[in-house]
């Protein structure tokens, strides 16, 4: 069974043709032709998911897992307003996304008509490319016209998608009747438009001559795709005496050589230390840093030289930009390791020494923590069995997880494209039902009740395991300063009493909770087995004592 609108067998079929195999869909009827044969198509799996909002953010983690287009179709009107956070998330992750927004025709906008916005160009500022389809339902040569006009947008949509690696809109208009339907479903010849871009031209050797003249280098890695062979080829930076390679948790690379705890290793370093730790070449790659204090300190003493490599787009987040490389850092550093030299320094080991007595501190001081999410934190790291994916949601839950060392067969993702919270748990369910790995997610208490609706969804995982770290309020407003000098706390941290136990007798997990470090302990005994239904660990800490206890450890670990 497909929809006898022709527009909509096209938009079908183009997608197909594109390899999209994945769609998930919200009600509505004006998107009945899309739904009816998107659902009924035999390479395609429909998934359903009714909140527009977590419908794309489930999406968004299926597309970040399988790093190809997935497609969300909704109905007309606010629905698609709904998908904007993670379009905006899309864009800044460089995630492919397929948005397919089902409209009224034009006669029909701003007359009065119900469920009708303007919708066309309704994500101008973040998406990479709006197809504004024309329903086909006019004479023969006007509707061919038409038709040829439709595929050459659709076409360069999804070829931008899968090209640069992130989303676009295509809005079809559909007039009445909206149900009509027919046995086959047609095929159409897609044009090629979009024509090949030229690789940008890299003179390494002029780079290498800065690079390897320079005793001070340091390579720092945002939020990254776990990738083999770039992690191979990292090795020869790491066996050079002149060259500090710093990774945050999200940069999924793990060299011994290098500092995996940024914040653990620079917090608490005096001005001395901050011009010793200064580079005279700085390489950035990857997605968005989160640690504050890298920023600060890079924009503070800036390097004579700052690369920043990536495929798509420029960042100079340090105001030092020399050089913006547009190339894959795989394709990089396969091409400039040809020309690197080492060089002798005692940059590095005097860097890995003060690492190491960080450590050591760090190590120390959570042997005797009480308590805390801090503490926490550790037990539940330690916890996730090896070849996890480990989620994370945004705000003080990702600031903690960069105090500790990741086991390297794990991979961790988190969404820092935009930083919200308001996607996470939505994000996180659609990345455990593309990957086949354990998935655990770990969250916040704000960030799980805002997306909670993300619960309401038939294709978790049983496996899936969510961590929900409960301090009752935003406790990272206890902990960066400024709100605790106003009279108006209670609007930052918005302070609760609520728990997750009836949201899972309400969505059929498995409820187990904790509130004392030999309680977590506990818990945590069999939480990863197999079950029958995916499985949330709440864990109560002070509210209070949390940020007194954060405060007290970079204090110790000076």
Known sequence: MYPKKELAQIVISACCQFNIDTVVISPGSRNAPLTVGFSNHPEIVALSVVDERCAAFFALGIAQQTQKPVAIICTSGSALLNYYPAIAEAFYSNIPLVVISADRPKHLIDIGDGQTIRQENVFDKHILFSANLEDINSSAVESLKLKNKNLKLISEALQISVSQKGPVHINVPFDEPLYETVAELKSFKLPNVIASVSKQSVDYKKLASIWNASTKKMILVGVNYPDADLHKLMDLYADDASVLILTETTSNLH??????????????????????????????????????????????????????????????????????????????????????????????????????????????????????????????????????????????IIRYAQLFSIDKTNTVFCNRGTSGIDGSTS????????????????????SFFYDSNALWNANIPKNFRIVLINN???????????????????????????????LCKMYNFDY???????????????????????????IFTPSEENNLILKEYFKYIQ
Not at 273 to 291: H, R
Not at 429 to 439: E, L, M
Not at 512 to 538: H, N, R
Request: hydrophobic residues 35%; glycine residues 4%; aromatic residues 12%.
């Open 472 to 502: 009752s309020g935003g406790g990272i407003f206890k902990i960066i300063p400024g709100p605790g000098t106003t009279n108006a706390a209670k609007y930052f941290e918005t302070p609760h009493n609520l728990t997750a136990e009836h």
């Open 427 to 446: 994000t996180a369910i659609g990345a455990a039902f593309a990957n086949k790995n354990q998935t655990v997610f770990i969250t916040g208490d704000i």
């Open 255 to 396: 060299q011994e050589k290098g500092i995996d705890s940024i914040d653990q290793l620079i917090f608490s370093l005096d001005e001395t230390q901050f011009e010793d730790l200064q580079p005279e070449v700085l390489i950035t790659f990857g997605g968005m840093i989160v640690s504050k204090k890298i920023k600060q300190f890079l924009r503070k003493y800036s390097p004579k030289q700052h690369w920043n490599i990536d495929e798509f787009k420029k960042m100079d987040t340090f105001f030092c930009l020399s050089e913006f490389i547009k190339i894959k850092p795989v394709d990089f550093f396969s091409n400039f390791n040809r020309f690197v030299i080492s060089k002798k320094s005692n940059y590095q080991q005097k860097w890995l020494q003060i690492r190491d007595e960080k450590r050591v501190k760090h190590s120390a001081y959570l042997s005797k923590a009480t308590h805390s999410d801090f503490k926490v934190f550790e037990q539940v790291i330690e916890s996730v069995p090896a070849n996890s994916q480990l989620q994370i949601s945004n705000s003080s």
């Open 512 to 538: 187990l909770k904790a509130d004392a470090t030999i309680t977590v302990k506990e818990q945590l005994v069999g939480f990863y087995e197999t079950s029958e239904k995916p499985k949330i660990l709440e």
